[in-house]
């Protein structure tokens, strides 16, 4: 079993920057991919950024410039560091990996989300 664990939401004002983690624990040695989704109020959850094992990153457009994803695979952690905030990056960030062991289905996890506000 994998749990997830989100922290370093708040508020911030628009302009500003903001720093999120995701720790990984339980049975992490089949752990790939890893991403961070948001849910903005009243509105679909969204793909941010994704991260490979080997530290390739992809992310959506709406971010891209302003967001940087990263990951230490030695602390079974991921980052994410927003700057730039806008208003309408207000939403639940959560933390999504890929358990993809070498027998066995490939599994995706989630965190509990943390909630990220921007407003003046």
């Known amino acids: 079993q994998v749990q997830l664990v989100e922290s370093g939401g708040g508020l911030v004002r628009p302009g500003g920057s903001l720093s999120l983690s995701c720790t990984v624990s339980g049975s992490t040695s089949a752990i790939t991919t890893m991403a961070w989704y948001r849910q903005p109020p009243g509105k679909q959850r969204e793909l941010v950024a994704t991260?490979?094992?080997?530290?390739?990153?992809n992310y959506a457009d709406s971010v891209k410039g302003r967001f940087t994803l990263t990951r230490d695979n030695a602390k079974n952690t991921m980052y994410l560091q927003m700057n730039s905030l806008k208003p309408e990056g207000t939403a639940v960030y959560y933390c999504n990996v890929l358990e993809r062991p070498l027998y066995g289905r490939s599994t995706l996890y989630w965190g509990q989300g943390t909630q990220v506000t921007v407003s003046s």
């Open positions: 991260v490979t094992t080997g530290g390739n990153t």
